[in-house]
C-alpha cells in the first residue's frame, strides 16, 4: 500500500487506488459502456463544473470534461451497478461505493471531495429535502445518544492512538503557529480554553463530553480547578480515571459516566469542547436549561463546537456511517442554547484554519498506520475512515465546516476582561473589569 508523504512534500493518495477491496481485486475491462450511461457520466463532470477530473469506466474507458486537459484525478467505477447508485444518491453512495472498493479514487482524495463540495453550494431545493427524508438522521434522545456515542468513541482506544496526539484529543487543536507540532497545539488549545474561562485556583468546573480527560486534568493540574466531568462512553470514562489516579489527581478530578443532562451540583464554570455536535438541535434548549441550573450566580461558560455558515444536515453517510445523531449548527441555531437560559454571549472565535491543519496532522497519522489500522477492523473500514478524515479535511479547507468557540456568562455580570489582551499576553490576568 502506497504511502502519503510528510505533511511538508507532496501528498497522494495511499488508499485511493490500492484497488483492494471486500470485493476483491479489480478483474480489468468489462462490457462496454452504452451511450446513455456515457452522457451520464459526461452530465456528471459537468454538474461539477467540469474539474481536472477523469471518470474511468469498469471497460476501461476514460471520460473527461475537458477536452485535451490532463486529469489530475482519475475516479474508477468498477460495474454498472456504481453508476447508478452514484447518479441517483451521490451524497450518500459515494461514501459507501468508496468503502466498498467499487469506486477508487487515483490522486488526491481531499482535492476531490472539495470540487465536489464546491460544486453543490449551499444544497436547497426539493431532491434535498427529499434525501434527508430518505436519510433521516438518528435521534438525541436519552436512550439513542449511548448507543450514538458507543458507534464511534468505542471503538478501542489502541485504534485512536495510532493517530491522535498523546493525550487523545480528539478536537481542534490550536496553533499559534503554524509550524508547531500537533502535541504542542493541542496543549496550547486546552491553555486556550482556560484562559478564556479565566480560571482561578479552587473555582469548581462542570466538563459535559470528557473525552479521554485531558482537558479536566489540565485544568486542575495548571489552573488548580476541582473538575467533574460527564462522558457516556464507557471506555474513554476508563481510562480518564485510570490516569487521574496516575498522575494523583482523582481527589480533584472526578469522571461521572453519565449524560449531559444527568449533571447536578452548582459550579463556576460550565466547559463542552466537541460535545453540541452530538446534542441535536432540538435538545439545545434542554441543554441551556442544563447550564442555567448548574451556573452560580457569577457563573461562566464556553463552547467549543463544529458548526457552519447555514443550516443543513450532516452529510447522510458521514452520519450513518461515523457520526450517528451528530449535527453542526449555525451560529444563530448556537443561540437557541443560551437566548432561553438568558445567558450574554461575551465572545465568539472562529478557528476553521486550525482544525484543518489539526486534520492534516490526523490524516497523515492515520495513513502511516494504514496497515494496522486494516489489520484491526478489515479493508472497508480503513477506507471508510480514510473517506471521513479526507472529507472532513476538505470541509474545513473549503470553508463548509467551521469551528466556533462560544464564551458566555449570567447576564449582567460585570466582572469581565476590559480587552482580549489576557488571551495571548499571559502576564496580564484580568480577573475583574474596571470599575465603571
Given at each position: 500500500m502506497r504511502r502519503m508523504k510528510t505533511m511538508e512534500g507532496a501528498?497522494?493518495?495511499?488508499?485511493?487506488?490500492?484497488?483492494?477491496?471486500?470485493?476483491?481485486?479489480?478483474?480489468?475491462?468489462?462490457?462496454?459502456?452504452?451511450?446513455?450511461?456515457?452522457?451520464?457520466?459526461?452530465?456528471?463532470?459537468?454538474?461539477?463544473?467540469?474539474?481536472?477530473?477523469?471518470l474511468v469506466t469498469w471497460g476501461g474507458e476514460t471520460i473527461t470534461g475537458k477536452a485535451g486537459e490532463p486529469?489530475?484525478?482519475?475516479?474508477?467505477?468498477?460495474?454498472?451497478?456504481?453508476?447508478?447508485?452514484?447518479?441517483?444518491?451521490?451524497?450518500?453512495?459515494?461514501?459507501?461505493?468508496?468503502?466498498?472498493?467499487?469506486?477508487?479514487?487515483?490522486?488526491?482524495?481531499?482535492?476531490?471531495?472539495?470540487?465536489?463540495?464546491k460544486a453543490q453550494g449551499i444544497r436547497k431545493g426539493w431532491a434535498c429535502r427529499l434525501l434527508g427524508l430518505v436519510h433521516a438522521p438518528r435521534s438525541n434522545l436519552l436512550g439513542q445518544s449511548t448507543a450514538n456515542i458507543h458507534h464511534h468513541y468505542d471503538l478501542g482506544n489502541a485504534f485512536y492512538r495510532l493517530w491522535l496526539d498523546d493525550q487523545l484529543l480528539y478536537t481542534c487543536a490550536y496553533f499559534p503557529e503554524p509550524s508547531i507540532g500537533l502535541e504542542q497545539a493541542q496543549v496550547a488549545k486546552m491553555d486556550h480554553v482556560c484562559r478564556k474561562l479565566r480560571l482561578q485556583p479552587g473555582e469548581r468546573v462542570v466538563e459535559a463530553g470528557c473525552g479521554w480527560g485531558a482537558l479536566a486534568l489540565h485544568m486542575a493540574r495548571e489552573y488548580g480547578a476541582r473538575v467533574r466531568a460527564y462522558n457516556i462512553s464507557r471506555e474513554q470514562v476508563?481510562?480518564?480515571?485510570?490516569?487521574?489516579?496516575?498522575?494523583?489527581?482523582?481527589?480533584?478530578?472526578?469522571?461521572?459516566?453519565?449524560?449531559?443532562?444527568?449533571?447536578?451540583?452548582?459550579?463556576?464554570a460550565f466547559v463542552s469542547v466537541g460535545m453540541l455536535e452530538h446534542v441535536g438541535r432540538r435538545h439545545y434548549k434542554e441543554l441551556g436549561a442544563v447550564i442555567d441550573r448548574c451556573l452560580g450566580a457569577r457563573g461562566r461558560g464556553f463552547i467549543h463546537a463544529i458548526g457552519t455558515d447555514y443550516s443543513a444536515p450532516l452529510n447522510p453517510w458521514i452520519e450513518r456511517r461515523i457520526f450517528p445523531g451528530a449535527y453542526p449548527p449555525t451560529l444563530r441555531e448556537m443561540m437557541e442554547v443560551f437566548e432561553p437560559a438568558g445567558l450574554s454571549v461575551l465572545d465568539v472565535e472562529n478557528l476553521r484554519l486550525h482544525?484543518?491543519?489539526?486534520?492534516?496532522?490526523?490524516?497523515?497519522?492515520?495513513?502511516?498506520?494504514?496497515?494496522?489500522?486494516?489489520?484491526?477492523?478489515?479493508?472497508?473500514?480503513?477506507?471508510?475512515?480514510?473517506?471521513?478524515?479526507?472529507?472532513?479535511?476538505?470541509?474545513?479547507?473549503?470553508?463548509?465546516?467551521?469551528?466556533?468557540?462560544?464564551?458566555?456568562?449570567?447576564?449582567?455580570?460585570?466582572?469581565?476582561?476590559?480587552?482580549?489582551?489576557?488571551?495571548?499576553?499571559?502576564?496580564?490576568?484580568?480577573?475583574?473589569?474596571p470599575k465603571s
Open positions: 501528498s497522494c493518495n495511499p488508499l485511493g487506488i490500492s484497488l483492494r477491496a471486500s470485493g476483491g481485486e479489480f478483474s480489468g475491462p468489462g462490457r462496454r459502456v452504452s451511450a446513455p450511461e456515457r452522457g451520464l457520466l459526461k452530465s456528471m463532470l459537468a454538474a461539477l463544473g467540469n474539474p481536472s477530473v477523469a486529469a489530475r484525478i482519475k475516479v474508477h467505477l468498477r460495474d454498472p451497478g456504481a453508476l447508478l447508485r452514484l447518479a441517483l444518491d451521490p451524497q450518500f453512495q459515494f461514501g459507501e461505493l468508496y468503502s466498498s472498493g467499487r469506486l477508487q479514487v487515483e490522486g488526491d482524495l481531499t482535492e476531490l471531495i472539495e470540487a465536489i463540495n476508563a481510562y480518564a480515571r485510570e490516569r487521574a489516579r496516575a498522575e494523583g489527581l482523582d481527589d480533584r478530578v472526578e469522571y461521572v459516566e453519565d449524560d449531559y443532562r444527568a449533571i447536578r451540583g452548582e459550579y463556576d482544525y484543518a491543519r489539526t486534520l492534516e496532522h490526523w490524516l497523515a497519522r492515520y495513513e502511516a498506520a494504514a496497515d494496522r489500522v486494516e489489520s484491526m477492523f478489515g479493508p472497508l473500514f480503513l477506507r471508510a475512515w480514510h473517506l471521513y478524515l479526507c472529507g472532513s479535511l476538505a470541509a474545513f479547507r473549503g470553508g463548509h465546516l467551521q469551528l466556533f468557540q462560544v464564551l458566555f456568562q449570567r447576564n449582567g455580570d460585570n466582572a469581565i476582561p476590559w480587552t482580549r489582551a489576557y488571551l495571548y499576553d499571559k502576564t496580564e490576568v484580568p480577573w475583574n473589569a
